[in-house]
Nanobody
Framework: VQLQASGGGLVQAGGSPRLSCVAS????????MGWFRQAPGKEREFVAA????????PYANSVKGRFTISRDSDRNTVYLQMNSLKPEDTAVYYC?????????????????WGRGTQVTVSS
């Protein structure tokens, strides 16, 4: 499985960009998909994830109510809609895929990773 994330860039605080992650492979429909981020000098952290149906979508407390994860199985794509961005949301955002049924929030439980897309929020 190969993952390609896009949609990052320089955004003003309060902005609402949407990240996309396109996955190769026919098994996308069954994968748990997640978004993680890593800010400079910090460890990678969980942002959001979705099970195959979109019925289970946990979020990190820091983004709950502002970010929304969704997926389009016809396009093999998972999205992260980010609203009300803050400077502390600045990070490289990674999408990841896990061959699991139960949604996971720990990076080590994911099998495939994309290269990441930089999101920089200016104040």
């Amino acid at each position: 499985v190969q993952l390609q994330a896009s949609g990052g860039g320089l955004v003003q605080a309060g902005g609402s960009p949407r990240l996309s992650c396109v996955a190769s492979g026919r098994a996308f429909r069954s994968y748990v998909m997640g978004w993680f981020r890593q800010a400079p000098g910090k460890e990678r952290e969980f942002v959001a994830a979705s099970n195959w149906s979109g019925g289970s979508t946990p979020y990190a407390n820091s983004v709950k109510g502002r970010f929304t994860i969704s997926r389009d199985s016809d396009r093999n794509t998972v999205y992260l809609q980010m609203n009300s961005l803050k400077p502390e949301d600045t990070a490289v955002y990674y999408c990841a895929a896990a061959q699991r049924i139960v949604v996971k929030t720990i990076g080590d439980d994911y099998d495939y990773w994309g290269r990441g897309t930089q999101v920089t929020v200016s104040s």
